[in-house]
Structures are given as C-alpha cells and as structure tokens.
C-alpha cells in the first residue's frame, strides 16, 4: 500500500512538472519578441507544440535510462484502426456527454455537426494540434504516468488516475491565475473520458500508436465539425 502511495504521489508531481513547464514554454514568445521575430504569432500554436514536444522527449529520454527503444513498441494493425475509428467516433459521443454536463452545470454546450471546418486545414498551426500536441501528451500520460502505475496499481486504478492527470491539464486552472480567465469544467470533464478510450487503447494494445492515433483523430474532428 505504502509503495502504491508512493508511485501515486510521483505521478501527481510529474504532472504539476508537466503544467509548470508547458506554462514556461509557452513564454517563449518574450524572447521572439526580444530578438524581432516578427509576425511569430501567426506560427505560435506550431513552435509551442515543438517545443513542448522536445521538452517531453528529453525528459522520458532520461527517466527511460537515455534510451527511447521501448517508446513505439509494435502491435497487430487492428489496435491501429480501432484507435482510428474510436477518434472519430469519440466527438459524436461528446453530445450525450455534454447532456449530462449540461444537467448538472446548468451550461448549454451543443456540437452542431455542421463539418464547416475543412477550409481551415490548410493552416500550419494545425500541424501542431493534430500530430505534435497529441504525439507529446501521449508519451507523457499513457507511456510515462499509466505505464508506471500498471506495475505498480490495479490496472482500472492506473487507467482512472492518468485520465484524471490527463484531464488536469485541460482544467480551468489558469482562473486561478488571471482575474480574466472565465473557463469552466466542461473540457476538463469530456478529456477525462477521452483519457479513459486512450489507457484503454494503451493497456489492450501494449503500445502507445493507438493512444496516438486515437487522439490525433479526435483533435481532427474537433477541427472538422
């Protein structure tokens, strides 16, 4: 019991690491700003997604006993297509998610399935959002805080507390910070059950493709409805 605290513990303040350094990286615009750089706006979601990617991969790098040979370990082709079609399917299971959100908070979220989104493909920040965010948060939750708490706590257990750390990261935390922030809980609450498809996909599969491939589809049909 005394070891499940433990490894509990070291995963809440790997994420608390986790928030403070995207919260760093994403300063990175003062020394764009120093240095000139101009118009680096127009590319800030791409170079924050690098950046916090290259951040995350030099961080498992280390704790991984500088070796990223175990990080895309292989598995049969159908993980890779279930993990396809649940990100797909996973934006239209957000309307009975948002009734019951909506029951509870008193809010009125509606998708309107109007797949207007397509003419925004073409913009480069995109890059970031569909295969580098996802790609970095992946590693992070599934390969890094569920697989240790798999060796180490019931696997229901480990798959509930990466997506509560998951889902963390997406919470309205930052009205803690700015007076201005009024963000509620409602994206906190759809990625906990995001979180919960991807450890699922990760505890079946054995690899971390599928939890990837599930989120970068989700984010592409966030992108396309």
């Given at each position: 019991m005394k070891k499940e605290i433990v490894i509990i513990s070291k995963a809440i303040v790997a994420t608390l690491l986790y928030?403070?350094?995207?919260e760093l990286i994403g300063s990175w615009f003062l020394i764009a700003e120093t240095i000139d750089f101009k118009n680096y706006y127009?590319?800030?979601?791409?170079?924050?997604?690098?950046?916090?990617l290259i951040g995350i991969l030099i961080f498992l790098y280390f704790v991984n006993n500088r070796?990223?040979?175990?990080?895309?370990e292989k598995t049969h082709r159908?993980?890779?297509?279930?993990?396809?079609?649940?990100?797909?399917?996973?934006?239209?299971?957000?309307?009975?998610?948002?009734?019951v959100y909506?029951?509870?908070?008193?809010?009125e979220y509606n998708i309107a399935?109007?797949?207007?989104?397509?003419?925004?493909?073409?913009?480069?920040?995109?890059?970031?959002?569909?295969?580098?965010?996802?790609?970095g948060e992946e590693l992070f939750?599934?390969?890094?805080i569920q697989n240790n708490l798999q060796q180490n706590t019931h696997t229901i257990i480990a798959i509930l507390?990466?997506?509560?750390?998951?889902?963390?990261?997406?919470?309205?935390?930052?009205?803690?910070?700015?007076?201005?922030?009024?963000?509620?809980?409602?994206?906190?609450?759809?990625?906990f059950f995001g979180g919960q498809i991807s450890g699922i996909l990760y505890f079946k599969s054995k690899s971390i493709v599928p939890s990837i491939l599930f989120h970068i589809f989700w984010n592409l049909m966030i992108s396309i409805v």
């Open positions: 928030v403070i350094g995207i127009e590319y800030y979601t791409l170079i924050q997604g690098a950046l916090q070796t990223f040979k175990t990080l895309f159908k993980w890779w297509i279930l993990g396809i079609i649940l990100g797909i399917l996973f934006v239209f299971m957000q309307t009975p998610l948002n009734l909506n029951v509870v908070s008193g809010t399935y109007r797949f207007d989104g397509f003419s925004k493909l073409n913009n480069i920040n995109l890059i970031s959002v569909f295969f580098l965010i996802p790609i939750f599934r390969g890094y507390l990466a997506s509560l750390m998951f889902a963390s990261i997406h919470s309205p935390y930052m009205n803690l910070i700015l007076e201005s922030s009024k963000q509620d809980w409602n994206l906190f609450y759809l990625t």
